[in-house]
């Protein structure tokens, strides 16, 4: 799969991954759920370089790699950034780089990001705001820093293809919206008031074409919007407010 392009755009976004079986081995899976999930990385391709966002779980680690091969070219440099040190954002990291050359490996937090030889480029976005990057030379990337978040957490933002990477959320794929708030307990104890105004905020003040999520389908065109309010609006049905 690859992201909705603008007729101008140099940019292209393409999914890499495959698929997992969702059952409670799996430690997002919603209570009584058996079912086959995608598992996802993003790889951003312009013409200054190319980003690869988080680097897919081990086990397909692979179709990662042969993807990745397909895709990237090696003529302009490679980064790679993390959405969160989580074991599925970061554990192909070691076998990537024995393949492809690395610049640099972008990260927020630092619990278990692997080693690297790549120049490691920490960043920090307080929670509710976003900083703008640019991994390569005329690639902008803005990085969200959501308030729907266990650890520190980066939703990526590129804004020629408009496409937004959420990590883990929006996770619910073709279930009801609650299924991707398995791993967010903490959110029936919290006023998510807030939480939910930032997941419509997010979406509602950006061109955003395709959602891409670390797990669970994609959404694309007006399921955008559909899929962004009615993620909201579970935020605050779970919630205290």
């Known amino acids: 799969m690859s992201g909705p392009e603008t007729p101008m755009s140099t940019m292209t976004v393409h999914r890499l991954g495959a698929e997992i079986d969702l059952d409670e081995q799996v430690s997002w899976c919603p209570p009584g759920v058996r079912a086959s999930q995608l598992v996802s990385c993003y790889l951003i391709i ?5 980003l690869l966002v988080d680097t897919g779980i081990r086990v397909h680690e692979r179709e990662v790699l042969d993807a990745l091969g397909g895709l990237y070219d090696g003529r302009v440099p490679l980064s ?15 076998a990537i780089e024995a393949r492809f050359p690395i610049d640099a490996v972008w990260y927020t937090g630092g619990i278990t990001v692997p080693r690297s030889r790549a120049e490691v480029r920490r960043v920090s976005v307080e929670p509710g705001t976003s900083q703008w990057i640019e991994p390569h030379p005329g690639m902008r990337i803005e990085l969200i820093s959501p308030m729907m978040r266990l650890l520190p957490t980066l939703w990526v933002y590129e804004p020629e293809t408009g496409t937004l990477l959420t990590s883990d959320a929006f996770t619910q794929g073709d279930g009801p919206p609650e299924n991707g708030l398995a791993k967010f307990r903490w959110f029936t104890r919290a006023d998510t008031g807030d939480i939910a105004a ?5 979406v509602g003040e950006r061109r955003i074409s395709l959602i891409g999520p670390g797990y669970g389908r994609p959404f694309e065109g ?3 919007a559909a899929q962004s309010a009615a993620l909201a609006a579970a935020i605050e049905r779970i919630g205290l407010s």
């Open 198 to 202: 930032h997941v419509r905020s997010v």
């Open 80 to 94: 790679v950034l993390l959405t969160r040190t989580e074991m599925e954002c970061c554990l192909n990291l070691p």
């Open 222 to 224: 007006e399921e955008v």
């Open 46 to 50: 312009g013409d200054a370089g190319a």
